[in-house]
């Protein structure tokens, strides 16, 4: 079964043994610290500002990005201080010049 399928996914009892361990350790992390991570929002306006400047309109950002254009437009317009550390990384990898 683990051959062809993820562990966490495969129904054979050393998997979901598996599975259940790595959840219990998640959702004790989770308890520990239950804040998403943030980060500042600046640098993420900083590189929107720069690819809305080379041409990209905030619609191609939400197609290459995956995120929700009323997203994006909050944080390009500062109406968003933070913002969750993934997404940060998500937006920062659009480069400008692709
Ligand atoms: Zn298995």
Known sequence: MHDTTSWRTCPCDPCRDRTRAYNR??????????????????SVVDHLTALRGAGWSTRDLADASGYARSTLMRVLRGETRLVRSVMAEDLLSIEVGS
């Open 25 to 42: 350790n998640y959702m004790r992390s989770k308890r520990k610290d239950p804040a998403p991570r943030l980060v500042p929002a600046d």
